[in-house]
C-alpha cells in the first residue's frame, strides 16, 4: 500500500507558495503522492493550476486532485485544463474527479443534483475520449457532445472517481481507473468498497483499480483528546449523507472514530488494517493535536514517513 499525503484538506488560507513547499518537502520526506481538494467555496486554491506549480518544483513525487466536482464544468473544457496540466506535472498527475454534494451544488451554485450516477457515467464517457484520443462523439440524456482537439505534447491521464455508493463504485471499476474514499473504514473498504469496485473493474475488462483511501490521522499519547479534537474538526462530515453512509456501515456515529489516532504502534496497526482490506493507498490528512502543533504535525509526519514502502 502507498502512502500519500492531503493537503489543504482542513482549508488553511495558507500562501501559495506555502503549499508548493509543503509538496516539496513531501518528495524530500519520501511520500508517494500527495493530493490537494478543490475547494469549491472558503479559502483554497485551484487544485490543478496549484499542483501543476507544485510539480515543477519536484521530480519524482506523485500529484492528484481530491477531488474536482464535475458539476460546475463542462468535461471538455476540464479534459484540456487536465491535459494540460499533466505536461506540467511530467506524467505524474491522477485527475480525481466527484459529485460534491447536493447541498453545495444546488443551495450555494444553484445547479441541479438531479441524477447524480447518470451525470457521472456521461460525463466519464465525454471526458475519458477527449483525454486519450482528444476527440469524442456522445449523445446521452445530459450530455451531448461531438468535439476534438489537440494537445501538443499530451500525457496519459489517469481518472479516478470519489465513489462510495454502490452504482458510483460501479462506475468508477467500469469507467475509470480506481476510486478515492473520505470517511470509509477499513471494515467498509473490505466490504463494500473493494468487492464492488474490482468485481466491476473485472466485468469490464478493466485493469484492477486503484483504491484510494483519504483519513484524519494524528499520532499521539492521549487518543481522547485526539478523537475530542477530531470530532469538532470533521463533524461536518458525518452530517453530510454520502459520508453518514459509509459511518452506517462501519458501525460508529462519527468521524472521530474511524480517525486513525493513537500512538505508533495503534496507529501502524490501523494502518494495516487498511492494507489488508484491499486498500492500494492511504492518503493521510494529518491534524494537529495539543498546543505544540508543529511538533504533533512532525511526529504523525516521521512515522507516515518510516512506513512508506514497508506495507
Same mark, same amino acid.
Not at 105 to 115: A, H, K, Q
Given at each position: 500500500m502507498r502512502i500519500g499525503l492531503i493537503t489543504g484538506a482542513r482549508g488553511a488560507a495558507v500562501e501559495l507558495s506555502a503549499l508548493v513547499q509543503e509538496v516539496v518537502e513531501a518528495e524530500n520526506d519520501g511520500f508517494d503522492s500527495i493530493w490537494l481538494p478543490q475547494v469549491s467555496s472558503g479559502p483554497g486554491f485551484d487544485a490543478l493550476l496549484a499542483l501543476s506549480l507544485a510539480a515543477s518544483k519536484t521530480s519524482r513525487i506523485a500529484v492528484g486532485t481530491a477531488v474536482v466536482p464535475m458539476f460546475p464544468i463542462h468535461p471538455m473544457a476540464l479534459a484540456k485544463h487536465a491535459l494540460t496540466a499533466q505536461i506540467a506535472c511530467e506524467g505524474r498527475m491522477t485527475l480525481g474527479v466527484g459529485l460534491s454534494h447536493r447541498p453545495m451544488?444546488? !443551495?450555494?451554485?444553484?445547479?441541479?443534483? !438531479?441524477?447524480p450516477a447518470q451525470n457521472m457515467s456521461e460525463y466519464l464517457n465525454v471526458l475519458r475520449p477527449l483525454l486519450d484520443d482528444g476527440k469524442v462523439d456522445f449523445q446521452g440524456q445530459f450530455f451531448s457532445v461531438k468535439a476534438q482537439f489537440r494537445v501538443p505534447g499530451a500525457l496519459h491521464v489517469p481518472v479516478i472517481v470519489a465513489a462510495l455508493a454502490p452504482m458510483m463504485l460501479r462506475i468508477a471499476g467500469e469507467q475509470a481507473d480506481g476510486t478515492f474514499t473520505w470517511m470509509a473504514g477499513p471494515k467498509t473498504i473490505e466490504s463494500h468498497v473493494s468487492p464492488r469496485i474490482n468485481r466491476a473493474a473485472d466485468t469490464a475488462g478493466r485493469p484492477s483499480p486503484r483504491i484510494c483511501v483519504g483519513m484524519p490521522l494524528a499520532v499521539v499519547d492521549n487518543a481522547n483528546e485526539a478523537r475530542e479534537q477530531a470530532a469538532k474538526t470533521y463533524e461536518r462530515y458525518g452530517?453530510?449523507?454520502n459520508y453518514r453512509r459509509m459511518l452506517d456501515i462501519e458501525g460508529v456515529e462519527g468521524p472521530s472514530e474511524v480517525a486513525l489516532i493513537g500512538n505508533e504502534a495503534d496507529v501502524t496497526e490501523q494502518l494495516k488494517a487498511y492494507a489488508d482490506a484491499g486498500a492500494t493507498d492511504f492518503l493521510a490528512s494529518v491534524f494537529p493535536v495539543g498546543s505544540d502543533e508543529q511538533a504533533s504535525l512532525a511526529r504523525s509526519n516521521d512515522?507516515?514517513?518510516s512506513l512508506v514502502g514497508k506495507l
Open positions: 451544488i444546488e !443551495d450555494v451554485m444553484g445547479l441541479s443534483y !438531479d441524477s452530517q453530510l449523507v512515522l507516515l514517513k
